[in-house]
């Protein structure tokens, strides 16, 4: 693929029309200067489709030469009838007064839930699709200054995820998109070999992520050059086993065979990303954590400029955003009443698309959309395997969508001449 492009992750997936249920209708071609006289004044009223309102009543198709055919729905059919002459009085004498000529086909019988799942009713008869009520941006489309910049954020995730000794992990960043800022990122901890005598491999992982985050996370593996295509296979899975979502239980087996490394289950990207956003919090905010606190990771944290503010928050929200000015008595730090509450109103840019864990620790957090490049065909619970935004049960439900990536992206030495090259790129030409 030559040009990025940005797909929503619906709730749930699109089921084609030979897998979602449907019903029989009778149906009849109509003259177009008919169609409105037999609806308006008769079929809404002796036949109306109670249960099937989703359903438009009339399908047109245009024919060679700029003619246009219409069919309309008269009323439903017996679902174990397949014979045109049951039709309802009221409706028998409508065929007979307009000499149409009845037939029976078949129309979807519940409402679509996505708008791929829309796209795919209307090939079989035309639905009305009604998108989500939740006003989550992106939903219904990006225009072209909120595409840039999430080109722009995807682009520092995929080269964080190659920016160490050439092995490719999953990396993640946090953006607040109302100043469109970088939070926190990180990459996969979840190795950690022995870089001192005095000190065990814990100590080593929580006090030096300076050192962590780059040569000491290869996770062992033989170098990779290059990320996988948009859609690579299963198959391929092996040659990215550094990636920690890919191969949730590595550390198990890791932590096995090996006495020079420490294997923490819980350091990948997004979960270590959310607690340097974490420690980000307790650098603008100190009075609010425990005396003795040492912020961890602060080597990934992005501070905020000073006159802006430091996070979307749940509460007292346009006091915060109409503030310019720093708390004199709070030491020269945001005023403890605008603390954000976790990272509500943040995006989040990951490389692949993360587990179940990952997705939960997110949901949690209060994130507001996911961005990801690649699918987690094995492990992934935001479209491959599970679709965790649409659990009614849980009570925060976030926006999930893919980027896809043109093919310079995918290979380090295009994203390293890029890395120096102008911000005007060709990333930006088109969105879906």
């Known amino acids: 693929m030559d040009k990025w492009q940005i797909i929503h992750i619906p709730n749930k997936p699109a089921v084609p029309p030979n897998q979602q249920p449907t019903v029989n209708v009778f149906a009849s071609m109509v003259e177009p200067k008919l169609a409105n006289t037999i609806i308006s004044r008769r079929l809404n009223q002796v036949a109306p489709l109670e249960n099937l309102r989703h359903v438009k009543r009339i399908q047109k198709k245009f024919l060679e030469g700029g003619k246009t055919q219409l069919s309309m729905i008269l009323c439903l059919a017996d679902e174990n009838d397949n014979r045109t002459n049951r039709l309802p009085q009221d409706v028998q004498e409508l065929v007979n007064s307009y000499q149409l000529s009845p037939f029976i086909t078949k129309v979807c019988k519940n409402a679509a839930l996505s708008k791929e799942e829309w796209e795919e009713q209307c090939k079989l ?33 995929v ?34 070999c022995s870089i001192s005598t005095e000190k065990n491999s814990l100590e080593s992982c929580s006090e030096q992520p300076e050192v962590l985050s780059s040569d000491l996370f290869s996770n062992g593996e033989s170098n990779h050059t290059s990320l996988p295509p948009n859609d690579f296979p299963s198959e391929t899975r092996k040659s990215y086993s550094g990636v920690s979502c890919l191969n949730p239980w590595q550390w198990a087996q ?48 992005q501070p905020t400029s000073i006159g802006t503010p430091a996070k979307r928050q749940k509460t007292d929200l346009a006091n915060f955003e109409n503030s310019e000015e720093l708390d004199p008595s709070a030491g020269g730090f945001h005023p403890e009443s605008a603390r954000p509450y976790l990272c509500t109103g943040y995006d989040i840019y990951l490389v692949w698309e993360p587990c179940v864990m990952c997705a939960m620790a997110l949901v949690h957090q209060r994130i507001r959309r996911i961005f990801y490049a690649f699918p987690n065909p094995n492990e992934g619970a935001l479209g491959s395997v599970h679709r965790l935004q649409g659990e009614k049960s849980l009570n925060h439900h976030y926006a999930v969508f893919r980027v896809l990536l043109p093919k310079e992206i995918l290979n380090k030495n295009e994203v390293v001449a890029a890395r120096t090259s102008t911000t005007n790129t060709n990333a930006t030409t088109v969105c879906q």
């Open 125 to 157: 008869w035309p639905t009305s699709y009604h998108p989500p009520t939740y006003n989550i941006d992106g939903i219904t489309g990006f225009n072209e200054d909120d595409s840039q910049s999430i080109f722009s954020f995807m682009k520092s995730a």
């Open 159 to 192: 080269e964080l995820a190659k920016s160490g000794d050439g092995s490719i992990v999953n990396a993640a960043v946090i953006v607040d998109p109302s100043i469109k800022q970088e939070i926190a990122s990180a990459c996969d901890q979840i190795c950690c």
């Open 254 to 301: 890791e932590n096995s065979h090996t006495t020079s490394c420490y294997w923490h289950p819980l350091r990948h990207a997004a979960m270590a990303a959310i607690q340097s956003s974490a420690a980000r919090d307790r650098l603008l905010f100190p009075g609010m954590g425990h005396e003795g606190d040492k912020p961890n990771g602060v080597h990934n944290i």
